[in-house]
């Protein structure tokens, strides 16, 4: 997946919006002012931190090279993704998603019953956390 790719999917969330808060070099995703992910580059590398339960975070760095602790962020719930081809594009899709599910749950209660009147729980969460 490519950082084009990776924008696109995270912007396909519903409610997901566009913020620039640490500059324009960094695209933060987010959904009722919730930060569900960055977009990032080191040099022509990009590079994308996800929430993630902290004992699958660990099993995705076990499995993937590509997949570190979280850049800048508490690494027991947040990965950095290398977008460097080597991990499979509907795995990286799943983990998006399984960050917005986990963001989108953690809303103050109003907020979330909001998404999920508007949206429904299949299309906030998936199969992400269980839910179904």
């Known amino acids: 997946m490519d950082a084009q790719a990776a924008k696109a999917h995270f912007l396909a969330r519903p409610d997901a919006w566009l913020d620039y808060p640490f500059g324009v070099d960094v695209c933060v995703f987010k959904v009722k002012d919730k930060m569900f992910g960055t977009l990032g580059w080191e040099g022509d590398l990009a590079r994308i931190n996800l ?71 299949q299309a906030l969460y998936g199969q992400a956390l269980g839910l179904d």
């Open 51 to 121: 929430k993630c339960d902290p004992p699958q975070a660990a099993m995705l760095r076990d499995i993937f090279a590509s997949v570190l602790p979280g850049y800048h962020m508490n690494k027991l719930h947040w990965n950095t993704v290398l977008l460097d081809a080597s991990i499979p594009v509907g795995e990286i899709q799943r983990m998006i998603e399984l960050s917005y599910a986990l963001v989108v749950k953690k809303l103050k209660r109003a907020s979330r019953l909001s998404l999920e009147v508007k949206f429904g729980k």
